[in-house]
Every structure is written in C-alpha cells, then in structure tokens.
C-alpha cells in the first residue's frame, strides 16, 4: 500500500493497473477532492460525467456501480463511502477564468492546472480537460434546477475507495476554493491511498 | 433569413456571425435536437454543460443567461422559448456505443458522428465532443438524483432562439434515438432558422 499526499490547493496523479483500487480520503474533513481517470493506453478516452450519468440513470452512481468513459466503458467503481454520501459531478474544475470572475486579481491555484500538472508530471502534456468528479462536494439540486454552494460536510477520515477497471491515471486535486464556501472557507489536504493488487 | 432543414436522424451546421441569431424549431413536436457551438476562430473553445451550470448555478440557463464555453464566455444567449421549456444539459450525444449497449446490431445513426459530419462538412474535422445541449429533451431529476427518459413534450413548430455572442458554428442533431422513447418512438425533423443580422 502506497500513501501519496496531495497537499492543499495542489494535485497528484498516479498510474493504477486494472483491478487494483484507490481510496481518496479527505484527512482534515470538508474538502473537496476533484478526481479525474484517463486510460493508460490512451489519454483521449477518460472517465465522462455526461456518459455516467446516462449509464447510471442518475446524477450520482451509488456503490457499486462504475463510472464509464467517454467510449461508455467503465474505467473506474465506486466500491465504497464512509463519507455522508453528498458528490458532485455537475460542475466543471475550478480554472483561472472561474477566479478572475470571482474578482480574484492575479495568479489563484485551481482544479484545471493542478490536473494539468499532475498529467504533465505522467508524461501526459496533452490532454482533453474533463468534467470531474467532485469528491464530497455538496451542490444541492433545489427546485426548478436551482444548484446550492454549500460546504463539504464529509469528516476527518472519510474515503471514497474506487477500483480501477482498466489500466489508467487516476489524478486527485484538493480544490483550492477559498472565496465560495464548498471547502468550508480553508482549502486542506487530501490522500490518495494505492492499494496493493 | 435562411432555413437548414435537418432531416430526422441526421445533423447540420452553420456559421452564426456574433450578434446574429438563430431559431431551433421542432417542426412535428416530441422531437429531441441536440445543440453544440463551437468558436469559429479556435473550436477547441466550445459551449459547455458544466461550465454554463456552474455561472448560471442552475442546471440549465433561463431565457436571458447565457451558455458559456469551456473558457467561460459567453457563446450562446438563451432568447426566446416558445416550447414548455423542457430540455436537457445532464446526458451524452447518443453515440455508436450506446446503440450497441442498448442491443442494436450494426450501425445506427447517432447525435455523435452527426456533429462529426456537420463540423467536417464545415471544415472542422478535428474536434473535441461537447456534452449537448439537449433541447426539447425530457430527462427529470427525480428523488436522489435518479434521472427519467421521458418523451419529449414541445409541439409542432415549438422553438427555442439562440442568439451568438461571438462567431460561432452551430450544429443540430435532429435525435435518431428510437429505443428509449425520449423522441416518441418516431425521430422527426429539425429546422435551424438563420435569422439576419
């Protein structure tokens, strides 16, 4: 077993082999971990919300059911949750444009460049930008389609265990969000635990 | 102003000057239309599901907001909407794979490679595949999250004017999907209705 440290406001990726499983766990509690699966053999198929969310007939897949790819293949499921259960998978990463609209003058770390980054540290510069899987994110769905922004409610130690259903790159970002209130006003860090195949 | 009709079960695209605008017509009713824009400039930028939930905190913009692109400007404004205003951002183009998962042995025309064919025939061969925009399509989110497939409700001549923000090119899918019964088990045509500037 293999502990890799996303600290807060940065991301990390690794590479998992079919069949092996991550847990992502959120260490301090009420933070929120965007995650993203490409394919190894080819980084132009990745995990798609829009697929998943047709596949699953729901906004959410409950354990035990897969996350697919933008070919509908499943690449990632979610085998467990300690957490209070609140994901999000309709809003994109967090990127500079999201920040300078916010008001933000100048640099501010975001979900976009942190996988960026983790890809690039893969040997993977040249990727699609997918729309993530928000990890404990709690963006209530409300009456006539509104969304909510409230805070994560997930607790120190919660995990989400996710197996890998084909060889892939799994990248994690602690969300640097410090302006809405979704990390609760303090971006903290994030696990990734590999587990031994 | 111009008419592209849309035949059932097939694509088409045009070239939207900013400013200018476009109608969406249902010409028999119950008809699904996926809807994609790409900058003409640069088609790497495109409208965006996730993005456009995330400015408008809703999961699907109200006339007057804007669709917004993966860069989060403002590509489409949402004008006018004749139909019962039921459409949908949550579900994937159809595509070859969710033919073959739903038992369909062969080819079937899908929303997937009639974008692909509307954009080549446009001289965009190389493209990223945007979530659609789903109009006229009936997906509700019912009690935890769990989506239904519904046929879609708008009537003969129901339309839905879309009007760009900057050069774009618009693609219309008029939905081949005749499995599920979101198209009333009988895909009809689209017209794309290219008003003057």
């Given at each position: 077993?293999?502990?890799?440290?996303?600290p807060a406001r940065e991301g990390r990726g690794?590479?998992?082999?079919?069949?092996?499983?991550?847990?992502v766990i959120d260490v301090d509690g009420g933070?929120?971990?965007?995650?993203?699966?490409?394919?190894?053999?080819?980084?132009?198929?990745?995990?798609?919300?829009?697929?998943?969310?047709?596949?699953?007939?729901?906004?959410?897949?409950r354990p035990g059911e897969a996350f697919v790819?933008?070919?509908?293949?499943?690449?990632?499921t979610l085998v467990d949750d300690t957490s209070p259960g609140i994901h999000?998978?309709?809003?994109?990463?967090?990127?500079?444009?999201?920040?300078?609209?916010?008001?933000?003058?100048?640099?501010?770390?975001?979900?976009?460049?942190?996988?960026?980054?983790?890809?690039?540290?893969?040997?993977?510069?040249d990727i699609e930008i997918p729309q993530p899987i928000n990890l404990f994110?709690?963006?209530?769905?409300?009456?006539?389609?509104?969304?909510?922004w409230e805070p994560a409610p997930s607790r120190a130690g919660d995990a989400v265990t996710l197996r890998a259903e084909m060889d892939c790159f799994v990248v994690v970002s602690a969300c640097p969000q410090d302006i809405v209130p979704i990390n609760n006003g303090n971006p903290t860090p994030i696990a990734i635990e590999l587990l031994d195949l």
């Amino acid at each position: 077993m293999t502990i890799i440290e996303v600290p807060a406001r940065e991301g990390r990726g690794v590479r998992v082999a079919a069949g092996q499983s991550v847990r992502v766990i959120d260490v301090d509690g009420g933070q929120v971990a965007d995650t993203f699966a490409f394919r190894a053999e080819d980084v132009s198929e990745y995990h798609s919300a829009e697929h998943t969310r047709a596949v699953v007939s729901r906004l959410f897949p409950r354990p035990g059911e897969a996350f697919v790819t933008n070919h509908r293949r499943p690449i990632l499921t979610l085998v467990d949750d300690t957490s209070p259960g609140i994901h999000d998978m309709l809003c994109a990463a967090c990127d500079p444009e999201r920040y300078t609209g916010l008001g933000v003058a100048g640099w501010h770390a975001s979900c976009r460049e942190n996988l960026e980054h983790a890809m690039a540290a893969l040997g993977q510069p040249d990727i699609e930008i997918p729309q993530p899987i928000n990890l404990f994110m709690n963006i209530p769905v409300r009456a006539e389609g509104e969304l909510g922004w409230e805070p994560a409610p997930s607790r120190a130690g919660d995990a989400v265990t996710l197996r890998a259903e084909m060889d892939c790159f799994v990248v994690v970002s602690a969300c640097p969000q410090d302006i809405v209130p979704i990390n609760n006003g303090n971006p903290t860090p994030i696990a990734i635990e590999l587990l031994d195949l």
